[in-house]
């Protein structure tokens, strides 16, 4: 395996040394070169041997000197080498196989490729890395890797993932360990498969490779209404929620106590289950598992907080209330004057009396906010997150009311464009509604700057 060159800093150690555009690296130091991986480990040493197999056929080596981790000055061709591994388990909860038909090819791929997990954040199953491959994790010190472990009981493993090849995952685990490297984990519950006892262990053999074992996030199955021909499968509800709560609980307090770390984190959906107020900032510690689901609405409260504490010039103005009183229960304070704006906010059933309270209490006193929960009828109703709300629900839950703009979290489009999931442009759900929309990115700055109507970055279409 050779990677091509695709472009050569003038003045670096390779122009120096003669590699040129389209020469193919084969090895470093005597090591096969497969991918950006190796590449970059390989070339942190100060002396390099290059084998490179020229644009004209020919072999040859290069010797090259340079500082230590001093870039080697080239762009590799990795459309090849970095192409992501595909995935090789069938699991009981996989969201994709709940995919309806017609949507665009690219959300059917399931990658699962450990490369991707270190230079990304992805979560992966290691099923697909045989001995070899995991051997060159540990000689690359790939560090940290984001693991989905579902559980560590072998059989039930298998059983979730439905590959013969999951069962081997602790033994995994604890070489990573024996070798220095890092890890955070994630479980994707299943009520009756891997909760009760089956979490107990799973959360005792986690604990017990602390610290090479970072963090552990719990997140709810998510089930669509296309699951015809699948395994049959319970979602949770508001006790079974509140149960789980309740179960990980002591292992929290004992992991505080011991390490001082908390080290497991359920997603934010089970305290919106359950109806219980979401846990205040600190006990997210570094929201180490954000892109989970955990910490995401907390988060959100305090960075609208501290925006009002920047931009507000009274202090008279920031709410008086208690800044963690977020059950779904608490009562938004109310508005005396007469509204000149009147705002419509879309957003999953889930999280929608949270937003509620904060929209209402941030919003100037001459702006009426309606937060509006969206049904999904394209997922199916069990599908309650904001990010998997589509335009034609949108159009569906919105048409008919009236007001004066309506606020969209940026998470229900597909990154960098205007279409949600379902294809639907933000311009189709505009022109179909006749009422602005301006999309707001998921922070709680964004949102503070519109409601208050000072954004300046978020876009616009009206």
Not at 147 to 175: C, F, Q, W, Y
Not at 387 to 398: F, K, N, S, W
């Amino acid at each position: 395996m050779a990677i091509r060159i695709l472009t050569v800093l003038p003045g670096s150690p390779a122009d120096r040394a003669g590699l040129r555009p389209e020469d193919r690296i084969a090895r470093i130091n005597d090591e096969e070169v497969q991918d950006e991986i190796d590449f970059q480990a390989l070339t942190a040493a100060s002396r390099l041997r290059v084998t490179v197999d020229t644009a004209e056929g020919e072999s040859r080596d290069l010797l090259i000197h340079k500082k230590e981790w001093e870039p080697l000055g080239i762009c590799l061709d990795e459309t090849e080498a970095m192409k992501p591994r595909h995935c090789r388990n069938h699991c009981v909860f996989c969201f994709v196989d709940q995919l309806p038909k017609g949507l665009r090819s690219t959300l059917y791929v399931k990658d699962d490729d450990w490369r991707l997990s270190l230079m990304m954040g992805n979560y992966v199953t290691l099923t697909n890395v045989d001995d070899a491959e995991f051997e060159r994790i540990l000689r690359r010190k790939a560090s940290p890797l984001y693991i989905s472990v579902h559980a560590t009981d072998p059989e039930v493993r298998v059983r979730m993932l439905r590959n013969p090849s999951a069962g081997s995952l602790m033994p995994r685990l604890k070489r990573l360990a024996e070798a220095g490297l890092k890890f955070h984990s994630q479980v994707v519950l299943c009520p009756g498969i891997n909760d009760g006892a089956v979490l107990d262990r799973t959360l005792e053999d986690l604990i017990s490779l602390y610290p090479a074992a970072c963090s552990l996030a719990i997140v709810p199955l998510g089930m669509t209404g296309h699951r015809q021909g699948l395994p049959c499968l319970q979602a949770f509800v508001r006790e079974s929620a509140a149960k789980l709560l309740d179960q990980v609980k002591p292992f929290q307090e004992s992991c505080l106590a011991e390490f001082g770390t908390r080290f497991v984190f359920p997603s934010d959906e089970f305290y919106c289950l359950s109806g219980r107020p979401i846990p205040q900032d600190r006990e997210y510690e570094d929201y180490v598992q954000i892109e989970n689901g955990v910490g995401m609405l907390r988060q959100l409260e305090r960075e609208i907080r501290e925006a009002a504490e920047d931009e507000l010039p009274d202090p008279a103005e920031l709410p008086e209330t208690d800044p963690y009183d977020f059950s779904p229960d608490a009562a938004a304070p109310e508005t005396v004057s007469v509204p000149r704006r009147h705002i419509l906010i879309p957003t999953g059933t889930s999280a929608r009396p949270f937003i509620e309270a904060l929209a209402k209490r941030y919003a100037p006193a001459d702006t009426s906010v309606e937060v509006i929960a969206v049904r999904n009828r394209f997922f199916g109703e069990s599908i309650t997150v904001t990010g998997l709300i589509v335009g034609q629900d949108l159009i569906h839950t919105l048409q008919g009311r009236p007001c004066d703009e309506i606020l969209i979290c940026a998470t229900m489009l597909r990154e960098h464009t205007d279409r949600f999931l379902d294809d639907v442009t933000l311009e189709e759900v505009q022109r179909t509604l006749g009422v602005p929309l301006r999309v707001v990115e998921n922070t709680g700055e964004a949102l503070f700057r519109a409601l208050r109507g000072t954004e300046e970055n978020e876009r616009s279409f009206s």
